[in-house]
């Protein structure tokens, strides 16, 4: 399959070989036949330009899209080092797997933050008491009051 840079350089080789013919050929109806191969030269020369255009930008629609698969992977990835447990009474929230707490602090993340693929770390609020919050949106749980979206 020909590539569309030497498409171009076919044209355009196309294109002077018929303006040389014309300037050596004097029969009027020979000239107007290259008049009409050197138009038609000119339409495809256009069309391969716009194909060229539409190639970009499927190219960068491709690679956008290669680059969400593999944010959407690695977020799987990432989801997968957590599950959801008990962290108040009647309140969850993502806590590490037994398995990578050697890795990483012990911690727990944010519910509503899993869902919208974020890593919002809760944290306490208070050092007495039981109130948390996220450190991303703002998500809390008070042990009087239970979970809370701010």
């Known amino acids: 399959m020909i590539d569309i840079t030497t498409s ?5 080789g196309a294109i002077d070989i018929v303006k040389s013919l014309r300037k050596n050929i004097s029969d009027a109806k020979f000239q107007k036949e290259l008049i009409s191969v050197y138009d038609s030269l000119i339409d495809l020369k256009g069309e391969l330009l716009s194909l060229q255009t539409q190639n970009a930008e ?5 690679r ?3 680059q969400r698969l593999a ?3 690695n977020w799987e990835k990432t989801k997968s080092r957590y599950k959801l447990e008990k962290f108040e009474p009647g309140v969850f929230a993502y806590a590490l797997k037994e398995e990578f707490r050697g890795e990483e602090t012990f911690h727990y993340l944010c519910p509503a933050c899993m869902e919208r693929r974020q890593k919002g770390v809760i944290s306490k609020t208070h050092t007495n008491g039981s109130a948390y919050k996220c450190s991303i949106c703002n998500w809390r749980v008070d042990s009087y009051a239970g979970p809370m979206m701010i």
């Open 8 to 12: 171009f350089a076919l044209i355009k």
């Open 71 to 73: 944010e959407y992977d």
């Open 64 to 66: 956008k899209l290669e």
């Open 58 to 62: 499927l190219s960068d629609v491709n």
